[in-house]
Each structure stands twice: as structure tokens, then as C-alpha cells.
């Protein structure tokens, strides 16, 4: 019993908690940006007069789509965005095993297309599909960086790539229209899935620019956690959100089905009918 209580305490010494704190609060920020654009437009090609004439549904409608278009949720899920993939980063910097993560990131990656593309054929807008999102970035950035480190560790190299990829990045992003992929050739949609010259499905994440932050995450974990262990020493306090920071790939993929299920269930309980 006694081995067993030493084995955990080593483990909850050996995890960075601050780290999970952030995380989740990435996370719940995450969990918010797409419930506002489930009420915005989701549940209106799932239900049919929606809002209808319900006055407070039609508030919260409204609300949510000066939300999703308002300078408040560009700032906030920039913010967002650029600390969970620094975070990924710096947990790459932490961990020897990028290569079997960044596999099981792919996996979720795959679920998450796999999801939305069923969702978009039941609503009729496949352009809903997640292509190349975040999970899809982080994977294949976390897979490169598993090889990378295999060949050297020195923080430098991999802040050097993360300032090219970013540069070049922002470069091609700037202003990159929408496109779709049976009017594209097969150039175009890998330019734009990587380089970020055009936008391809929903959620979409060019590699260059998003890829390059958890790059610069792994100079930051580098620089900053050189012994592995938190800059902080205030004892550690489970709570909801390090929960949910610490289990951000399976909040990722269940949340977005969660949300829409809820929601479905409320508007079913208050009256509307499935279109």
C-alpha cells in the first residue's frame, strides 16, 4: 500500500499542474466559441423555425451571432488558440514520446473529420467538415518534432523553425478567401492546407502558421522548464478545470457532440420540431 502511495505521489509531483490549469481554461474557451456558433447556426439546420417566434431564443440567437462576428471573438480565440498550441509545445519539450502522441492525435484528428463530415451529410452543408483543424496541425507538427528530436535538442533550431513558420505563415494567411475543394486542384488545396493560401472546410488551421506556435511552445518549455518541474511550488488543487486540462484531447472530441445534443434536447423539450 505503502509503494502504491509513493508511486502516485511521484506522478503527481512529476505532472506540471499549472500547465493543466491553463490548458483547461483554453478549453472551456474552446467549449464556448463553438456553443455560440451551435446556437448561432447549427440548430437552424437542424430545427425548423428556429428561433421562431420565441423572443428569448431570438435574443440569444442574435447575441450569438454578434459574437461570432464581433472583434471580441477574433482577439479572444486568437489568444486561445496561440496558448493551448504553446502549451502543446511546451508538453513537447517535457516528454520523450512526440512520435506515439502526436499517432494519437492523428486518430482524434480523423474522428473529428469523420464527425463533422456525417454531421454535414444529416444537415446537407458538408462545407461543416473539419479537414485540417487544430487536432489535425498538432498531429502532424507533433510527429515531425518527434522525428527533430531524435536528431538534436538545442532550443535555438527549434525556435529558428517556429519564427520561419509563423513569418511565412501570417505571409499567406493574410486575407485568404474561402475556397472549395471540387471547384480546387489537388496544388491548390495542399497549398492551402499548409501554407494557409486559401480556407478549406470548417475550423481550418494552415500548418505553417498554427504548426510554427507549438514550435515556438517547445523553445518556451525549453527555456523555462529546464528540470522538468513546475515554477511553482503551491500545492497542487484538483478542480474541474485542470480536469478537463488534463483530459483536452478527449474533451476536445466529445464536446462538440455533447453540446449539440444538449442543445437538440432543450429546443425538443421547448417545442421545436426537427426539419
Given at each position: 500500500?505503502?509503494?502504491?502511495?509513493?508511486?502516485?505521489?511521484?506522478?503527481?509531483?512529476?505532472?506540471?499542474?499549472?500547465?493543466?490549469?491553463?490548458?483547461?481554461?483554453?478549453?472551456?474557451?474552446?467549449?464556448f466559441?463553438?456553443?455560440?456558433?451551435?446556437?448561432?447556426?447549427?440548430?437552424?439546420d437542424?430545427f425548423?423555425?428556429?428561433?421562431?417566434?420565441?423572443?428569448?431564443?431570438?435574443?440569444?440567437?442574435?447575441?450569438?451571432?454578434?459574437?461570432?462576428?464581433?472583434?471580441?471573438?477574433?482577439?479572444?480565440?486568437?489568444?486561445?488558440?496561440?496558448?493551448?498550441?504553446c502549451?502543446?509545445?511546451?508538453?513537447?519539450?517535457?516528454?520523450?514520446?512526440?512520435?506515439?502522441?502526436?499517432?494519437?492525435?492523428?486518430?482524434?484528428?480523423?474522428?473529428?473529420?469523420?464527425?463533422?463530415?456525417?454531421?454535414?451529410?444529416?444537415?446537407?452543408?458538408?462545407?461543416?467538415?473539419?479537414?485540417?483543424?487544430?487536432?489535425?496541425?498538432?498531429?502532424?507538427?507533433?510527429?515531425?518534432?518527434?522525428?527533430?528530436?531524435?536528431?538534436?535538442?538545442?532550443?535555438?533550431?527549434?525556435w529558428?523553425?517556429?519564427?520561419?513558420?509563423?513569418?511565412?505563415?501570417?505571409?499567406?494567411?493574410?486575407?485568404?478567401?474561402?475556397?472549395?475543394?471540387?471547384?480546387?486542384?489537388?496544388?491548390?488545396?495542399?497549398?492551402?492546407?499548409?501554407?494557409?493560401?486559401?480556407?478549406?472546410?470548417?475550423?481550418?488551421?494552415?500548418?505553417?502558421?498554427?504548426?510554427?506556435?507549438?514550435?515556438?511552445?517547445?523553445f518556451?518549455?525549453?527555456?523555462?522548464?529546464?528540470?522538468?518541474?513546475?515554477?511553482?511550488?503551491?500545492?497542487?488543487?484538483?478542480?474541474?478545470?485542470?480536469?478537463?486540462?488534463?483530459?483536452?484531447?478527449?474533451?476536445?472530441?466529445?464536446?462538440?457532440?455533447?453540446?449539440?445534443?444538449?442543445?437538440?434536447?432543450?429546443?425538443?423539450?421547448?417545442?421545436?420540431?426537427?426539419?
Open positions: 500500500m505503502e509503494k502504491v502511495e509513493t508511486i502516485n505521489n511521484k506522478q503527481k509531483r512529476s505532472r506540471i499542474f499549472k500547465l493543466d490549469l491553463i490548458r483547461g481554461i483554453c478549453m472551456l474557451l474552446v467549449i466559441d463553438h456553443l455560440m456558433y451551435d446556437i448561432a447556426y447549427m440548430m437552424s437542424i425548423l423555425d428556429y428561433p421562431g417566434t420565441n423572443k428569448i431564443m431570438g435574443s440569444i440567437v442574435d447575441f450569438c451571432r454578434w459574437y461570432w462576428h464581433s472583434n471580441i471573438r477574433f482577439h479572444v480565440r486568437n489568444v486561445a488558440v496561440f496558448l493551448f498550441l502549451l502543446i509545445g511546451i508538453c513537447c519539450s517535457l516528454t520523450k514520446n512526440n512520435l506515439k502522441r502526436g499517432a494519437k492525435l492523428f486518430i482524434g484528428a480523423m474522428i473529428i473529420s469523420l464527425v463533422t463530415f456525417i454531421a454535414g451529410l444529416v444537415t446537407n452543408d458538408l462545407e461543416i467538415t473539419i479537414t485540417f483543424g487544430i487536432l489535425h496541425c498538432a498531429s502532424l507538427t507533433l510527429i515531425i518534432i518527434g522525428l527533430l528530436e531524435k536528431t538534436t535538442q538545442n532550443k535555438w533550431i527549434y529558428g523553425i517556429a519564427i520561419v513558420m509563423i513569418i511565412t505563415g501570417l505571409y499567406f494567411y493574410k486575407d485568404a478567401p474561402y475556397a472549395y475543394y471540387e471547384s480546387s486542384t489537388i496544388w491548390e488545396v495542399v497549398s492551402g492546407l499548409f501554407l494557409g493560401t486559401k480556407n478549406y472546410g470548417s475550423d481550418c488551421m494552415p500548418f505553417l502558421l498554427y504548426g510554427g506556435q507549438i514550435f515556438a511552445g517547445v518556451i518549455g525549453k527555456v523555462l522548464y529546464t528540470k522538468k518541474e513546475s515554477l511553482f511550488k503551491k500545492e497542487y488543487k484538483n478542480n474541474i478545470v485542470t480536469f478537463i486540462g488534463r483530459h483536452s484531447l478527449m474533451t476536445y472530441l466529445i464536446h462538440q457532440g455533447t453540446v449539440i445534443v444538449l442543445l437538440a434536447l432543450i429546443l425538443l423539450i421547448c417545442g421545436y420540431k426537427v426539419g
